[in-house]
């Protein structure tokens, strides 16, 4: 089971947690981290930015289609 929640959310910054849970319901791993919330052209941009390898996980992947 994975769950995230955003504890503050601002026009600027996005404070999120988050943690990942095997079947018995024990805490595997727990994760924090603050985003830039990003346009869907700002996204675009920092995509063409990036350079993905042949065992890289492409999050935007799906977006370009």
Same mark, same amino acid.
């Given at each position: 089971?994975?769950?995230?929640? !955003?504890?503050?959310?601002? /026009? =600027?910054?996005?404070?999120?947690?988050?943690?990942?849970? +095997?079947?018995?319901?024990?805490?595997?791993? =727990?994760?924090? $981290?603050?985003?830039? *919330?990003? /346009?869907?052209?700002?996204?675009?941009?920092? +995509?063409?930015?990036? /350079?993905? $390898? *042949?065992?890289?996980? +492409?999050?935007? $992947? !799906? &977006? &370009? $289609?």
């Amino acid at each position: 089971v994975v769950e995230a929640n !955003a504890h503050k959310v601002t /026009s =600027r910054l996005a404070l999120v947690t988050g943690e990942v849970r +095997d079947c018995a319901g024990e805490v595997c791993v =727990r994760a924090e $981290g603050k985003f830039l *919330p990003m /346009s869907e052209a700002e996204t675009r941009e920092v +995509d063409r930015q990036l /350079s993905y $390898g *042949p065992e890289t996980l +492409d999050l935007f $992947g !799906a &977006r &370009r $289609g």
